[in-house]
């Protein structure tokens, strides 16, 4: 696919330390952009990219730290800032006039739009009413309720929290995925701990089958281009982004009830919609995520650039006609399958419902043969410093974990979020 011409556009990446950013940041760098990189971090991966012209650290992720960005990209006259996550996304659409103000085009959409993205509760009612299967699921408003929801679709069950990023009043708390139950017993700690505020976790029925996504740019509606790839191998067994992915044809399978569920958010900008599959019956929604993913990189690489694709339509430019893609192309991150060993040396999580590898088992598949024509999603002939900036955080992300857990272990009150909060965090955090 011919990507857009960005030369003029100046633009600033944020998540700086995510796989996405670095894609985005060679992406549009490519295409003519000048581009530019924060992030909270001091040596974010994105940053070492030789298309990244400069880069700012974030004081924190909150509205006081944005503004402080925002005079940052003013200086620097910015004409299109892309948040990376959900919780970028949310601080950027909470100030998204002030951002229009600035000269500075938001990539992101609207607030309304976003929500029904990032809460998971919002996702699947919205899913269920415009015909896309959903798991057995239920929304319980109380801990009496998330008993008979449990009961109601079934042991074992799994819960997880509304938001992956939650506003709590003060600060943005990541949760910890979902969370496996096997018998009422286990139910009560699990859901206390999965709560958000009084927002209690959605509660679902077990979906047999594989992990499977489709990828779509969408202008207002309407679908500009499609991608899809299949999971080789997740970093975390039981559930999680891939290490290993191969760009496949687009299953209609899939994205028939993901045009639908888009198209009934009335979505714009870029989103993955993830569906579990066995194979037979029709694919069962997981969630919707309202943003660019972190294996952006292959996608590139086939021939869907949607960095350049979305910065071209955020600016009003002439997207050209999607003429199809590379299959067959695949793309391993090393450092996730570093961390895919970790998880497997930990052990399974309680009450794990699917496969889980042997320490035997995974040091097979990650040290040895891959696939053929497999190419490292950090390595460019043409940016080669990012292969070596993602072993430097990694190791920092790393030594932050080993710290956090050890501090956790030698803390006597494990601390809880607050029993009462917000219930919308763009709302929350706007103030």
Known sequence: MRSPDLAGSRVLVLDGHTNQALACVRSLGRAGATVFV??????PLAGWSRYCRSRFRQSGETLAAFAELRHWAREHAVTVVLPQRERSCVLCAAQRAEWEGAGVAVGCGPEEMLLSAFDKARTLELADSCGVRIPPTRFPGSLAECHTAAAAVGYPCILKPRFSDFWDGGRFVADHGPQYVRDAAALEATALATRQGDLWPVVQ????????GVFALYDHGDPVVWFAHERLRDFRPSGSGSSLRRSIPVDPRLQQPASRLLSAMAWHGPAMVEFRDDG???????EVNGRFWGSLELAVAAGVDFPALWTGLLQGRRVPPPLGYQTGVTSRWLWGDVKRVLYILAGPPPGCLDHYPGILEGLREVLGPQPPGTTSEMWSPDDRWPALGEWVQGVS????????RV???LSRAPQALPAHGPRVPLEAVRG
């Open 38 to 43: 924060a992030s909270p971090e001091r040596w």
């Open 397 to 404: 992300e790393l030594g932050r974990m080993v710290l956090k």
């Open 407 to 409: 501090a956790a272990g």
């Open 205 to 212: 029925g077990f979906v047999p089958g594989r992990g499977k």
């Open 280 to 286: 037979a019956g029709e694919p069962c929604l997981m």
